[in-house]
């Protein structure tokens, strides 16, 4: 079963708007890692953020910031004001503390594409 | 500074040629895993080693084989390549241990490996 499901495949916005990137994770474990990874045109990843299960409190940072809600299993990543920049696909992962592997389950990725 | 680095970043081969992408850390990290990113599918786990002479199948572990002689070093190897190998590769290490100091969970992604296999 998917445990991470990003539902946008493809946002296109024009520069200057906000984006909003949803991420919905399944897990059964109480501790857990929630990831953003940003992968721009030349392929690597890009770390954003790390939040872990226990801590509920939104961030911020710049122009891009992150709602976690544990209600509704969810971890929605937010640009504002984009810029060409920000044009790359966004991944969605989670981290379960009690799995064996210590693997990252990711989500398909959201492709944003931004336009001048 | 902390690095994966992978090797090489781009190759295009032919069915049935046998490969080795290399993977090596300077973070002296016991864990070291593989990942293949497909189109509409993310990054999936191909192996995984927990230290040295411990690794481990991941999700997707069909056509692979990866050997952990040294800590810091975790080559993938496609014995018989097919097209359906054709794929972006990352190679990712992290810490176990939780130490003074250290980032704990932060794992680390090389900078990715694109195979094509024709």
């Known amino acids: 079963a998917q445990k991470v499901t990003q539902a946008q495949t493809e946002i296109s916005v024009v520069e200057k708007e906000d984006v909003t990137l949803d991420c919905v994770y399944e897990?059964?474990?109480?501790?857990?890692?929630l990831f953003w990874y940003k992968q721009p045109p030349s392929g690597e990843l890009v770390f954003l953020i790390r939040?872990?299960?226990?801590?509920?409190q939104n961030e911020i940072s710049g122009r891009y910031s992150w709602n976690f809600q544990k209600s509704t299993s969810s971890f929605n990543f937010t640009i504002t004001a984009s810029q060409v920049v920000d044009s790359a696909v966004y991944f969605c992962?989670?981290?379960?503390?009690?799995?064996?592997?210590?693997?990252?389950?990711f989500g398909a990725g959201t492709t944003v594409t931004v336009r001048a | 500074e902390a690095q994966v680095t992978q090797n090489p970043r781009y190759l295009i081969t032919v069915t049935g040629k046998k490969l080795t992408v290399t993977c090596s850390q300077n973070?002296?990290?016991?864990?070291m895993s593989w990942y293949r990113q497909d189109p509409g599918l993310g990054l999936r786990q191909i192996y995984y080693?927990?230290?040295?002479?411990?690794?481990d199948k991941g999700d997707v572990p069909e056509g692979y084989k990866v050997s952990r002689k040294e800590k810091r070093n975790f080559p993938l190897i496609l014995e018989s390549p097919s097209p359906n190998q054709t794929s972006l590769y990352f190679c990712?290490?992290?810490?176990?241990?939780?130490?003074?100091?250290?980032?704990?969970?932060?794992?680390?992604f090389g900078e990715g490996s694109w195979l094509t296999v024709v």
């Open positions: 990712a290490s992290r810490a176990l241990y939780i130490s003074t100091g250290s980032p704990g969970n932060t794992i680390y």
């Open positions: 897990t059964r474990d109480t501790t857990y890692y």
């Open positions: 939040r872990n299960s226990f801590d509920e």
């Open positions: 992962a989670l981290s379960e503390a009690a799995s064996n592997d210590y693997k990252l389950s």
């Open positions: 973070m002296n990290h016991e864990y």
């Open positions: 080693s927990m230290n040295v002479e411990v690794t």
